[in-house]
T-cell receptor
Framework: GEDVEQSLFLSVREGDSSVINCTYTDSSSTYLYWYKQEPGAGLQLLTYIFSNMDMKQDQRLTVLLNKKDKHLSLRIADTQTGDSAIYFCAEYAGNNRKLIWGLGTSLGVNP | KAGVTQTPRYLIKTRGQQVTLSCSPISGHRSVSWYQQTPGQGLQFLFEYFSETQRNKGNFPGRFSGRQFSNSRSEMNVSTLELGDSALYLC???????????FGPGTRLTVL
């Protein structure tokens, strides 16, 4: 069935790069998303990538997509304490026309 | 453009009561999705509405229902509340079904 998996926790030092990984199973995915959730808040769309792309860069964010391995990653350059949050990966399953969500990766940034 | 708004932001109810949550999508967005978020279960899809019709439904009991109005605003209702219904309820809107979703701040429901 459809599934999205992420590691639950990641801890980095301020100024380092963070890499958050995600794997998915639905080969019919068209879009893959990264959302950020800060404590007590809703989800903020960070970026997304279309399934026919390999990479997308947006300021400090770089998304890499390996469609063969169904692996998606989000790299945050020069990670700051304000980047501490939960990061959700989601894929749009075209067959069922719904978003499939990972459980989220909690990113902690140490000063 | 104003973002997705949800009211109320916080709600405290007791078991057995019912509750109605409201969501106003971004102007021009016609699709509204609802999610339940709990620490143990993550983000669980409740239902999606488009053009006043429910287009997709998650695995929740019939106590959870929703509707969408002609102006695309949506409400969800939970009847006969249980302790396990305590959660953050998130609403997301998109221009069309399947488009990128934008989330509201959520309604935090506590059932005592």
């Amino acid at each position: 069935g459809e599934d999205v998996e992420q590691s639950l926790f990641l801890s980095v030092r301020e100024g380092d790069s963070s890499v958050i990984n995600c794997t998915y199973t639905d080969s019919s995915s068209t879009y893959l998303y990264w959302y950020k959730q800060e404590p007590g808040a809703g989800l903020q769309l960070l970026t997304y990538i279309f399934s026919n792309m390999d990479m997308k860069q947006d300021q400090r964010l770089t998304v890499l997509l390996n469609k063969k391995d169904k692996h998606l990653s989000l790299r945050i350059a020069d990670t700051q304490t304000g980047d501490s949050a939960i990061y959700f990966c989601a894929e749009y399953a075209g067959n069922n026309r719904k978003l499939i969500w990972g459980l989220g990766t909690s990113l902690g940034v140490n000063p | 453009k104003a973002g997705v708004t949800q009211t109320p932001r916080y709600l405290i109810k007791t078991r057995g009561q019912q509750v109605t949550l409201s969501c106003s999508p971004i102007s021009g967005h016609r699709s509204v999705s609802w999610y339940q978020q709990t620490p143990g279960q993550g983000l669980q899809f409740l239902f999606e509405y488009f053009s006043e019709t429910q287009r997709n439904k998650g695995n929740f009991p019939g106590r959870f229902s929703g509707r969408q109005f002609s102006n695309s605003r949506s409400e969800m209702n939970v009847s006969t509340l249980e302790l396990g219904d305590s959660a953050l309820y998130l609403c997301a809107s998109s221009r069309e079904q399947g488009d990128t979703q934008y989330f509201g701040p959520g309604t935090r429901l506590t059932v005592l």
